[in-house]
């Protein structure tokens, strides 16, 4: 958890520049990347809160076990799911501020949640929670490195 905590403080850092582009890296904002960010964060969290251990189905996934084991995702391959990607460009800074505040009270309240809550992905399947931070973790670093390229 303090992992995703430092991430999260680290995103607030690039909010300052959220208007950026360099489309060498991304055809996004770096606010669209850090709104994005927060929006996975706090939709894990809260749907991990929200479950019910009992509904837990496990499937293998290739793509999710190569995420997992090298703990890292490859840029240009996946698309985000249309419930956590953004159709605005440019975004407030208070707008973001807000958005990563929810992720890191989501993020808090992890500790006292069942260790056999689960997530849904809607491509690797179910992560119980301590794959789940995990994933959000790898998920967040990933977007983390596009917006450090993105300010280089």
């Not at 403080?9 to 990347?33: M, R």
Request: with cysteine.
């Amino acid at each position: 958890m303090k992992r995703l905590v430092q991430q999260i403080e680290e995103l607030i850092s690039y909010v300052q520049y959220t208007d950026k582009v360099n489309e060498s890296v991304s055809k996004t904002t770096v606010g669209w990347q850090i709104d994005h960010a927060a929006q996975v964060l706090t939709g894990i969290c809260y749907t991990l809160e929200q479950s019910d251990p009992k509904q837990y189905k496990w499937k293998f996934s290739l793509a999710g076990n190569y995420v997992m084991l090298t703990g890292k995702i490859p840029r240009g391959v996946g698309k985000a799911p249309k419930e956590v990607r953004s159709q605005e460009r440019f975004f407030e800074e208070q707008h973001l501020l807000d958005r990563l505040a929810q992720a890191k009270a989501g993020v808090e309240g992890l500790p006292s949640m069942d260790d056999k809550a689960y997530f849904h992905h809607p491509y690797f399947g179910d992560f119980r929670k301590k794959k789940a931070v995990k994933f959000v973790g790898i998920h967040t670093e990933h977007h983390l490195k596009i917006i450090r390229d993105m300010l280089r």
